[in-house]
């Protein structure tokens, strides 16, 4: 059975980076699956991020891509988000997932979340 | 961008009873090479990770109960809850995965 934590500072300044780990356990993040990261800010929606495949291939929301980058690191089975110029409008509980299926976007094991908020 | 419409916002509904959400997708998600309909519906509780319920508009994920029902295609989609449990309370999303991911805005679901 997969489990999946969030790791990483849950306050953050305006204008810096957003860094958030994922640790894996119960299966290798490169045997299978698309491994993605959701967010949902305070009172508001889920958000898709973007997610890496168990290739190394990365997708990403376009309105966030100029700031995200997703990557990896197979020896220690754990994938990570960096987002950068962070303002307050991302402030928000921060997921990581497992893709159901084939399917980039669409997730169905998930982290119990992080909440990290942006303030100065 | 596709935009997803969900509505009613929220509805009360009595135990038992049936329950009916809708999604309107502002442009088809159907991808006519597969014919398959790129769109998922989700749970969301308080202070618990989004449940995945349905994806592919019809397919149930493993575990989750069969009173729930995805139906619809192209532009319109519909979750079904055929007999409401107490623990069906929460707020559900339609999400299109043709193109960037977007969810609606959600639906609350209460009991009446």
């Known amino acids: 059975q997969v489990q999946l934590q969030e790791s990483g500072p849950g306050l953050v300044k305006p204008s810096e980076t957003l860094s958030l780990t994922c640790a894996v356990s119960?299966?290798?993040?490169?045997?299978?699956?698309?491994w993605g990261w959701f967010r949902q800010p305070p009172g508001k929606g889920p958000e898709w991020i973007g997610s890496?495949?168990?290739?190394?291939?990365?997708y990403y929301n376009p309105s966030l891509k100029s700031r995200v980058i997703i990557s990896r690191d197979t020896s220690k089975n754990q994938f990570y988000l960096k987002m950068s110029s962070v303002t307050a409008a991302d402030t928000a509980v921060y997921y990581c997932?497992?893709?159901?299926?084939?399917?980039?976007?669409?997730?169905?094991?998930w982290g119990q979340g992080t909440l990290v908020t942006v303030s100065s | 961008d596709i935009v997803m419409t969900q509505s009613p916002d929220s509805l009360a509904v009595s135990l038992g009873e049936r329950v009916t959400i809708n999604c309107k997708s502002s442009q088809s998600v159907l991808y006519s090479s597969n014919s398959k309909n790129y769109l998922a519906w989700y749970q969301l509780k308080p202070r618990q990770p989004p449940k995945l319920l349905i994806y592919w508009a019809s397919t149930r994920e493993s575990g989750v109960p069969d009173r729930f029902s995805g139906s619809g295609s192209g532009t319109d989609f519909t979750l079904t809850i055929s007999s409401l449990q107490a623990e069906d309370v929460a707020v559900y999303y339609c999400q299109q995965y043709y193109s960037d991911g977007t969810f609606g805005q959600g639906t609350k679901v209460e009991i009446k």
């Open positions: 997932a497992r893709g159901a299926s084939t399917i980039v976007a669409v997730m169905g094991d």
């Open positions: 119960g299966y290798s993040i490169s045997s299978g699956y698309y």
């Open positions: 890496i495949s168990h290739t190394g291939s990365t």
